[in-house]
Nanobody
Framework: QVRLVESGGGLVQAGGSLRLSCVVS????????MGWYRQAPGQSREYVAI???????DYADSVKDRFTIYRDNAENTVELQMNSLKPEDTGMYYC???????????????WGQGTQVTVSS
């Protein structure tokens, strides 16, 4: 019942920027953590960034000082601003959220379908 939809991916040259967005919809929700992960072909999915409901952030060492994560609690959206992109940033980027369904008090953890980011040399 909880659905995540990512957008904003595309093709960009090294040194360029992209801004990814993720919107969360479904039943009445209390969203806690929101984060971004990425996966290149033949590789494991890796952590990129996370933000708590109180706007505390954390980043993987590989993206620190280049990426910034934001969230809007009123609309249950999370965004990832990516600057100074490198070819090694190429991959499918996935949004992940966790929280509780207010009507049932059940916890949930959900992934989106992903948005492709390709950085050329």
């Amino acid at each position: 019942q909880v659905r995540l939809v990512e957008s904003g991916g595309g093709l960009v040259q090294a040194g360029g920027s992209l801004r990814l967005s993720c919107v969360v919809s479904g039943n009445r929700l209390h969203v806690n953590g929101m984060g971004w992960y990425r996966q290149a072909p033949g590789q494991s999915r890796e952590y990129v960034a996370i933000i708590s409901r109180d706007f505390i952030t954390d980043y993987a060492d590989s993206v620190k000082d280049r990426f910034t994560i934001y969230r809007d609690n009123a609309e249950n959206t999370v965004e990832l601003q990516m600057n100074s992109l490198k070819p090694e940033d190429t991959g499918m980027y996935y949004c992940n959220v966790n929280g509780e369904l207010l009507d049932s008090s059940r916890a949930f953890q959900t992934w989106g379908q992903g948005t492709q980011v390709t950085v050329s040399s």
